[in-house]
T-cell receptor
Framework: QKEVEQNSGPLSVPEGAIASLNCTYSDRVSQSFFWYRQYSGKSPELIMSIYSNGDKEDGRFTAQLNKASQYVSLLIRDSQPSDSATYLCAVTPYNFNKFYFGSGTKLNVKP | GAVVSQHPSRVICKSGTSVKIECRSLDFQATTMFWYRQFPKQSLMLMATSNEGSKATYEQGVEKDKFLINHASLTLSTLTVTSAHPEDSSFYIC????????????FGPGTRLTVL
């Protein structure tokens, strides 16, 4: 079983819609959770971090964490074509000594 | 803040040569640096983790004698691909983590290596 699982997609949404990206993880002692965005041919860029249960909002992005169910999600409101990218979920244990990345979900936002 | 640079951004070399890639944290001290490799349309693959002043920890299947990692200071780590072959052609990305953050890794822009 992989440490972090994501649906590879592609997830297609129309411009202006809400894109919902999901991620599950297997290690119950995971402490920190991150969402990275990676454009084709570029390196990942950190867009959200979340550490406690609940929602965390930053502009059009909302990260949601449910430790009991071991999932973390990312909502992108008012999706734009520029949001088209691969979104990587990452999880790290309490000592932060290793990151576990999901394989990424490819998002296509259609104009 | 939290800027990581990588040099060179692109390198083309002949088979059998060695290539050195530098990774620098520009505005924070990186206690830990990570080296990843990514093949086209595939996910990130962690190659090794290095802590300043100590030997790197390599992931299973990564040859430590082929991929030499040095983390000599809190702002610089280098990856040397020794005797590169065409199958080593890939996108190499470093990332860095400091003490003042809760585990976030910040990625460099990556180095695209092409071995002819």
């Amino acid at each position: 079983q992989k440490e972090v699982e994501q649906n590879s997609g592609p997830l297609s949404v129309p411009e202006g819609a809400i894109a919902s990206l999901n991620c599950t993880y297997s290690d119950r002692v995971s402490q920190s959770f991150f969402w990275y965005r990676q454009y084709s041919g570029k390196s990942p860029e950190l867009i959200m971090s979340i550490y406690s249960n609940g929602d965390k909002e930053d502009g059009r992005f909302t990260a949601q964490l449910n430790k009991a169910s071991q999932y973390v999600s990312l909502l992108i409101r008012d999706s734009q074509p520029s949001d088209s990218a691969t979104y990587l979920c990452a999880v790290t244990p309490y000592n932060f000594n290793k990151f576990y990345f999901g394989s990424g979900t490819k998002l296509n936002v259609k104009p | 803040g939290a800027v990581v640079s990588q040099h060179p951004s692109r390198v083309i070399c002949k088979s059998g040569t060695s290539v050195k890639i530098e990774c620098r944290s520009l505005d924070f001290q990186a206690t830990t640096m990570f080296w990843y490799r990514q093949f086209p349309k595939q996910s990130l693959m962690l190659m090794a983790t290095s802590n300043e002043g100590s030997k790197a920890t390599y992931e299973q299947g990564v040859e430590k004698d082929k991929f030499l990692i040095n983390h000599a200071s809190l702002t610089l780590s280098t990856l040397t691909v020794t005797s590169a072959h065409p199958e080593d052609s890939s996108f190499y990305i470093c990332s860095a983590r400091g003490l003042a953050v809760r585990g976030e890794q910040f990625f460099g822009p990556g180095t695209r290596l092409t071995v002819l």
